[in-house]
Structure formats: C-alpha cells, structure tokens
C-alpha cells in the first residue's frame, strides 16, 4: 500500500506503518513460539529431505519450489554465520522462514482491510480473526510447505488492488508475475487469481458505460494472464529441466501429472459431508484425532455438542450476513460491496481443492478462510451501524468465537515447548540398519525421520507412500525390494506397518488405495520383534523378516 497526501500535502504514513507493525509484531511472536513438533502439521519433516541431500532441486508439481527455497533460504542463513548442522536447527531455521512469510501475510491483509472498510481498528480485528486460525498460525509456525505460496498470492492480490487505484499496467503484470510464483511453491494457491479477474471488471472507471469488456478491462486481463503465464514457463521450464525432463511436450505433460491423484483426487458424499468439520477444525482447536464420520461419532456428546454449537452460529451467522448485505447492499460503500462481493467468489474458487482432494487439510483452508473471515468482518461492521437485538447478538457471538480462535495459541504452545524425542528414538532405529540392510516403513514419526534424515534410498522403503501412489503395485515393489536385499545379503526390517490393525488398514491403505489387508500376511507371519520406539501416539515395533524366508 502507498501512502498518499493530505490536504495539506503531507504524506499519510498510516497506510505503511500499520502493516509494517503487523507485520513486525506478528514475525516477532512467531518466531517466539515455532513449532517444535516435526508432526504439528501434515509435511513440517519435509525440509529434511533437504538438508540431507544438501543440494538444489526441486519438489512435486504441488509445492515444486518449496525445496528450493529451503535450499536457498539455509544457504543464506549459512553464510552469515549461522551452525545448521544439526537436525533441529536446521528444522527451527527453515520455521523462520515461514514465521516472515507468514507475518507478511497477515501485513498484506490488513492493508486489504483497510483499502475496503477505511478503519484501522476493523483491519487490526478481521486480521487478528485470521491469523488466529488454526490452520494459518500452525503453518506460520512450522517448516511446511504452504505458507511461502500463500505469502506471494497475497501480495499478488495487493498490486493487483494497487492497479486499480493507481492504474499503472506494470502493476497488474507484476501481479501476475507473482501469481507464478504463487502457482510453483505451493499449486492450490492460484485459485485466488480469480478474484483479480473479478476484480478487473467490477472495477472499471466510472463513465465508460454499462459494459465490463471495456478496452482498459481486456488490456488488463491480457497484461495480468501473459505476465503470469510468461514467468510460469520459465520457472516450470527451468525446474522441469533439472529434472530430466526436456522439451516442451515432455514438459507439458509432467506439468499437468500429479501421483497423488489415484489416491486423493475426485468428489464424492463423504468429502461434501466433511467439508463443514474440515472447516471448523482449521478455524478451532476441535477434534485433533478426527479419522472420519464413524469415528466423530464415537468422540464423546460434549465434543459433539461444542462442534454442533461452533457449527451453528457460524453457518447461521454467516448466512444471515449474507442475506443482509444483499438487502442492504445500497446502504454499503463501495469498496464494502466489492470486497463482500471477492470475497465471496474468492471462497467460492480456493475452496474447490478442498473439496477435490481432502478436506481435512488444513493447508488448503488458509485462504478460504482469509476469505471468510473478510467476508464476516465487514458484514459484521455493516451490522454494527445499526442498533437492534441481532446486532448486539451477533457482535456477542462473534466476540465468543474470537475467544474460542484464541485458544490455538495453547496448542500452539504446547507444540513450541515440546521435546522432540523421536529424533533420538529415530536416530536409534537407524543404527539399527546396516548398509546392506533395508527397513520397510509406515508413515509413523519413527518411519518417516529415519527415511528424511539417516537412510538411503537403497536403504529405506515407505510402503505406505508406494501405495498411496501405485496401489496394490506396492506390493510387488516391496517384494522386488526384499529379493535384491537378500542377493546382496542383507536383512529386511518392518517399522510399524506389520502392526497396523485390519480396521486401520481398511479404513485406509485397503478402502482407498486398494491394497488388501492380506498382501503382507506372510511377512506378518515370518517376522520378530527386534525393538521398540516411542512415538507421541504410542509404541512402534521394528520386526526382522525370518532368516528362512529370505533363503
């Protein structure tokens, strides 16, 4: 945001000091309170993948530039004298990276509150209400991958409001250019585009008749697509590159491939009816262990009651807003109408990940939520101006549930004091396996720090993962796997995944990958208990494989 001057020709320096307090304060605390849970969020362990091989390159379609922004980010932290040697600080070095994205964000948001309520205090409360939430404050306190992507949509959609206001086109390029960025570090986040070209169009200068194709629209349009498109191909093509892939066919084709999509990608009941508990669980500190409807049912009556009191005030809020503000949208100033307005679509659009791939995660509720809470902030202002029951209701309601966002920050603590002992345990169970060994893996704390930090490729195989992406083909790669192993004379260890009960798997690697229960009962059958490792969630056993089955 720019600062512009008064009557009297002195420069406003509110529009820049406020966000960079925010901005300031929000970096500050998060820092104070990173994560030291490498399982706080699904994926904070990823940053180990790089400081293990300790080299450029570069992650899947879905966050492809998130490793070589470790990459960069702890090159430079090294170079002015920082010791990352070590697991942990290089894990606590990559969350500072996320706390400055993610208080970025949240300084970017209140300038965006502010360009359409015009207060201070309304910008300062809509933002405290996002960066409350919990899945925005989990990630900006963690090594994960989404933030950095969240953080350049952010400013994408803030030069974009820029152009409008000023109506330099290098504004609207730079939008789009940034939008690219947006697009390779973390793929979901380039659903917010939509409410630029929204944007675009309710927009345009006044005079120009009824039309929304306007010369100045479409020129717009075309500078803010091209640019982004520009910098996607150089960015993807450059990446794409490194990783084998060469020419524009072969390019294009890896560009549009996703190996998750067998397992997660598609639309059916049972993500439609978990939307809403996906939803609440990424705004309120609920149901931590949540594993499917059945399960929400057996989760006792007072969960049960909270989630369905949380569930109603904020659908039954949200959807008497709604219907105010379209009664009483000629009573809205106009920045009031066109934020409501992209902040509706804006949830409309970024909410369709959630919906095609799983609800539950968090990750891809950050900016529906900044969307929501827009919504809810300024149509609780519009209601403020009016005096009546409802209006005190709802702004009793709405202090409630800013209460009830606020006790994120205990589980945030929680995770901040928190010792990671499974590094040590982890560290254990690899001094367990030989260079000519190899250790067949589940997706527990255990498994997945021995695959990220101390075993090789040759040495560690995660069939959960093998399933997640190929199926019942796992299988028959866990087999390949354990021949070539016993040609070089090795032995084979299962960490975790011979104990998971048949409900488990069903629910799970059998239900939805499509790997029967039964495929590893042999090994089941032929294999001891070696050693045990503690976990946050429990016990792990690491089981050998018979020495007279592998003759």
Partial sequence: MTSTPDANGHRDLKPLLFPGMVFLACAIIFVVLRSKDFFTVDGAFRCFDVYRRSYLYFDANNHLLFTANVFAWTRLLSALGFDLRAPLQYFRAVEVMNCLAGAGCLAILCSLFYEITSSWIWSL???????????FIAQATSSNQPIVGVFWSFLALLLAVQF?????????????AIFALALATYQSTIFLGFVVVLLLFLCQPRGTGSSYFGRSQILALGGFVLSGFALSAVIFGWAYSHMGFLGARAMVRHFFWHEETNAYLGISISKILNVPIGMLRSIFPILPL??????FRETGAITILVFLLLAVNVAGLSLCYGVLAWRGRMDLTRFERIGLISAAVGFLFTVIPVFVYDPQYDKLWIQPLACFVVFWIVSLRAVSRHSGTFAALSKTISVVLLFGVSLNLVWVFKAHVREPFE????????????????????????????????????????????????????????????????????????????????????????????VPYSSLNLYREHSSVRATFKTRLGSVKLRELDAGLLQ
Avoid: P
């Fill in 125 to 135: 409360v809509g933002t405290l209400a996002f960066a409350l939430c919990k899945a």
């Fill in 164 to 176: 409008l206001k000023h109506k330099s086109l290098w504004l609207i390029c730079m939008s789009g």
């Fill in 290 to 295: 949540y594993n499917g409807i059945r399960g």
């Fill in 423 to 514: 590094l040590n345990e982890a560290e254990r169970a690899s001094s367990m396996i030989g260079s000519q060994d190899l250790l067949i893996g589940d997706w527990d704390q255990i498994s997945v720090l021995c695959g990220s930090l101390w075993l090789n490729d040759n040495q560690f195989f995660s069939f959960t993962t093998a399933a997640e992406t190929g199926g019942a083909e796992a299988v028959g790669r866990l087999q390949e796997l354990v021949s070539e192993t016993t040609q070089r004379g090795g032995r084979v260890y299962f960490l975790s995944i011979l104990d998971v009960s048949q409900s488990t798997w069903d629910s799970f690697i059998g239900g939805r990958w499509g």
